[in-house]
């Protein structure tokens, strides 16, 4: 299944706040669709409730399908609580990192920063979204006239963002540095991560 492409508020009008898709709001209370205010009253199944929190995981993070899925497997083998691992792979996400630190309005963002060569970790430059940062990796806006114009711009508009405390920015130097794995806490999604695990449960 490939990346989602459609209108961002439709989506976020069906699942909730989504700070990574996009930062506009709706204007409309009800679900999208034909049926969207009577559905707004009707009861979820289960299996609704955890395809829903799916969705939320998957729009977030921009992912598809296949790469959410590979990472429910990876968490499974890792130590700890396969929820928390999770949600911990994809914060250490290169291009979510480039969100967090506030130099990118969404992830879609971020992930086009990371795509056209405008970020370097530890010195070199990386243009996979999906690079798996790790403790101590720093971070950096290439040297360059276009790329630091381009994230200052960004910058302007993200000054009330809260940094995350698991990451350090200097906006002088545009270097940053991963200091420690991002506590639950930390993970501003709204979202019961465990049923995202259930949903997976007999493919993982």
């Known amino acids: 299944m490939s990346r989602y492409r459609g209108p961002r508020l439709r989506i976020v009008r069906r699942l909730g706040e989504l700070p990574g898709l996009t ?8 679900p999208p ?14 299996y609704g409730l955890r395809l829903k929190e799916k969705q939320k995981l998957r729009f977030h993070y ?25 949600l911990q792979f994809l914060e250490m996400r290169l291009d979510n990192i480039v969100y967090r630190l506030g130099i990118a309005p969404t992830i879609l963002a971020a992930r086009q920063l ?18 798996q940062c790790t403790i101590n ?6 040297d360059n006239k276009t790329s630091r114009q381009l994230v200052q711009s960004f910058l302007d508009l993200s000054n009330k963002r809260l940094l995350p ?3 350090t920015f200097n906006s002088e130097t545009f270097l940053a540095k991963v200091i420690q794995i991002i506590p639950r806490s930390a993970i501003g999604l709204k979202m019961n991560e465990l ?8 493919q993982a």
């Open 62 to 86: 921009g992912l598809n399908e296949g790469q959410l899925l590979k990472y429910i497997r990876q968490a499974r083998q890792a130590k700890g609580s396969t929820g928390e691992t999770l």
């Open 23 to 30: 930062q506009k709001t709706s204007k409309k209370i009800n």
């Open 165 to 167: 405390e698991h990451l």
């Open 114 to 131: 990371v795509l056209h060569g405008h970020i370097q970790v530890n010195q070199k430059p990386i243009n996979i979204p999906s690079y």
């Open 33 to 46: 669709g034909q049926h969207g205010a009577a559905s707004a009253n009707q009861k979820t199944s289960p």
């Open 195 to 202: 049923l995202v695990v259930e949903f997976y449960s007999r």
């Open 137 to 142: 990796d720093e971070i950096r806006v290439r």
